[in-house]
């Protein structure tokens, strides 16, 4: 299914991404590969660059081919660093690279956001997450934080909230709607990768602990993978602004508890 294209992935230098990148390139897809740091096995393609900032992303859609089939928007943090960064790499950032890129996708091509099962209260936060992803562009994320009042722990989460609203918003958003373009995302619950320490300090262990008994093991990249690339293929044609859990059925234990049934 992915023979042949071209799939931009970000995040490949670890964990989710980096395995993506890989069963990509096993499925016969060439690879372009972006991250802050070196990938430690090298990868055929890689962009060195920081989705953090609007001359990160400029930077790196200037050394991006004409032509590409799938964006998949791995790369994130877990909140450790504080609510301004978190907010640039995993929201603001990554939309930016999404709209910078979307007149090099061809019709019909796809993108990918990795959000997570902690962006679950989209819904509970509407107003708040209607607000912050109205703002256009790449804004001052500093001044953003400032003016909303926003605090460090409250990073990924709302960053992974902004992240499932927009989704849905830019699968109707001319930029991609007019060239069939499909926007969607894949939410994992905990998976083994260097992300899941820092998750424990920010979040705490009885929480990470609760998802994973729930289901009965932490994910791993390769459970993930998978499913971000179907999304990025043409078996998912008709799949668009939605958000597929990856997640051992957590969603649907949280749903359970949440909505009494
Ligand atoms: N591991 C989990 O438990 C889990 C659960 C739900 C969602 N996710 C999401 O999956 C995605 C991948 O996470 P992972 O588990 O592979 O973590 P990871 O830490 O192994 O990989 C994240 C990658 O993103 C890169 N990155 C960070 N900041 C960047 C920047 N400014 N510019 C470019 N690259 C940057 C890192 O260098 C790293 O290689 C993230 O969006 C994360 O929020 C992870």
Redesign the pocket.
Known sequence: MLFGKTILV?????????RTAELAGQMGADVIG????EPAGGSAAFIK????TPS?VAEIVAQLPVRLDALA??????GSTGVV?TL???FY?LRALSEAVAPRLREGGAIVN?????GYGWRANLERAKSLASIDGFPDVAAVVAEHDLKDEQG?PLS?ELLLLWTMRAAHQPLFKNRGIRVNAV??????????K??RAVLGDARVDSDITRVGR??T?AD?APAVLFLCSDGARWINGTNLAADGGLEASINADVLGF
């Open positions: 970000t995040g490949v230098a670890s964990g989710i991404g980096a972006v991250d802050v740091r660059g920081d989705l953090s990160g928007n791995v790369a994130g943090l877990s960064s640039a790499v995993n950032g990795v959000a997570s099962i902690a990924y992974k939410s994992p619950g905990p998976v083994e990768t260097p992300i899941l820092q998750f932490a994910g990249s993930i």
